[in-house]
């Protein structure tokens, strides 16, 4: 019998409490703010994607805007232009990104807040809407997840990516997160997307200080609603620069790395990584050792 913490993603049942998932990153974006655009040519962002595929990730999340502090919004047809060849050749490339039931199956994710971005996208072999507006940035957003069946990350973001870093304030920013996702919850419902297709995520960096981050962070317990699982994006941000000192991308690794291993045994169920095979390797090693501890 399966346990708690079930999340759908197309007819696939995953229980994540007994096993989580690495989501590697691909920014089909010019001005991305870990990548330096490094990806933003279809081709270089296949072969990426094929690498992440390979390295273990079981969920590629394509996205075509940045959502870097300061970043501009890009209009939905530049959007379209960047993701959709993307995933359209992924899915190609990949006989499980489309089809199959084998174990291991491929899974791909569109980053997007935009509804028609996302419907083009699931036509095009997406299968889950990450949304860091958490459906609040499109009214057409959740009656489209619902209508597709599709899987829906709702993700906390105070102000947009313009303002989110200028001064953000909550009282209990813990509390607030976790109201918001009971709030976001129940619309989702409302419009009818599957209750077991909604995962969270706090969205760390995402109109937060480094204290914000810290405290929801450390308190990941409070931000369970409903059961729902929670995804966790951590890689290459600031705050990590912070904590350990130092300016360079490259020095953010470890601290990731780390983090998800912590936050693995604290709860998080869902790992939105840029450096999969070294995430993949600490998450295998720390459900080695979880299992030992049930």
Request: net charge negative; aromatic share 4%.
């Amino acid at each position: 019998m399966m346990g708690g913490r079930l999340w759908k993603i197309g007819d696939r049942i995953f229980d994540l409490s007994r096993q989580g998932l690495i989501m590697g990153i691909l920014n089909v974006t010019p001005d991305s703010f870990s990548d330096s655009g490094k990806f933003s040519t279809p081709e270089k962002a296949v072969e990426q994607g094929l690498r992440m595929a390979a390295e273990g990730a079981q969920i590629i999340d394509v996205g075509g805007e940045s959502t870097r502090p300061g970043a501009e919004s890009v209009a939905a047809e530049e959007e379209l232009r960047r993701v959709i060849p993307v995933i359209e050749e992924l899915r190609a490339k990949i006989p499980s990104a489309s089809a199959g039931s084998a174990q291991n199956r491929l899974f791909i994710s569109i980053d997007t807040s935009k509804a028609q971005v996302a419907r083009r996208a699931i036509q095009a072999g997406a299968s889950i809407v990450n949304d860091v507006t958490g459906g609040r940035g499109d009214e057409e957003m959740m009656p489209l997840v619902a209508e597709n069946k599709s899987a829906f990350v709702i993700m906390h973001m105070q102000g947009t990516p313009q303002t989110m870093q200028l001064e953000p304030r909550y009282d209990d920013v813990v509390s607030e997160v976790a109201d918001f996702f009971r709030q976001q919850y129940a619309r989702a419902i409302e419009c009818g997307i599957d209750p077991m297709a909604i995962a969270f995520d706090p969205g760390i960096g995402f109109g937060k200080t480094l204290e914000h981050n810290l405290e929801l962070l450390a308190q990941l317990d409070r931000l369970r609603v409903h059961d729902r699982p929670l995804v966790v994006g951590v890689s290459r941000k600031s705050f990590l620069a912070k904590l350990v000192g130092s300016s360079e991308v490259n020095d953010r690794l470890a601290p990731a790395v780390a983090l998800t291993s912590l936050l693995r045994a604290r709860g998080a169920d869902v790992f939105r990584v840029h450096d999969v095979k070294e995430n993949v390797n600490a998450l295998q090693v720390t459900e080695a050792v979880l299992q030992k501890t049930k």
